[in-house]
């Protein structure tokens, strides 16, 4: 008994140490963030995200033959979501930390992130 409840200390220990903080407040996350990862998605994706305090995203999509800059303007929100997301373009977005920096998950397996930036 005391072997089992050991082992499971250790686990959630272990859990826990590995998984980094993730803020439960909103205002931590606004701000802008620069798109991170291969070129595949480029098109689709937004090339500059900007969280803003009122709840509104703009997104910034620039061609890369044209060079003509779109703007999008939505609406995102905290998700806890497998912990914690943020959410817009109906696409949840897992929050992580990279060198320090808050960085917004977009495809793990191609290595795609938003990194903010300011």
Request: aromatic letters at 8%; proline letters at 3%.
């Amino acid at each position: 008994m005391r072997l089992c409840l050991l082992l499971t200390c250790l686990v959630v220990v272990q859990n826990a140490a590995c998984t980094p903080g993730v803020s439960p407040s909103a205002a931590d996350y606004e701000g802008e963030y620069l798109y991170s990862g291969g070129q595949e998605n480029l098109d689709s994706l937004a090339s500059v995200v900007v969280l803003r305090r009122d709840s509104v995203i703009v997104e910034v999509h620039v061609d890369r033959i044209t060079g003509e800059v779109t703007l999008t303007r939505g609406r995102w929100y905290l998700a806890n979501v497998d912990g914690t997301s943020v959410v817009f373009d109906n696409f949840s977005h897992p929050i992580g930390q990279s060198r320090g920096k808050i960085r917004l998950g977009i495809n793990d397996d191609l290595d795609e992130y938003y990194l903010k930036v300011r």
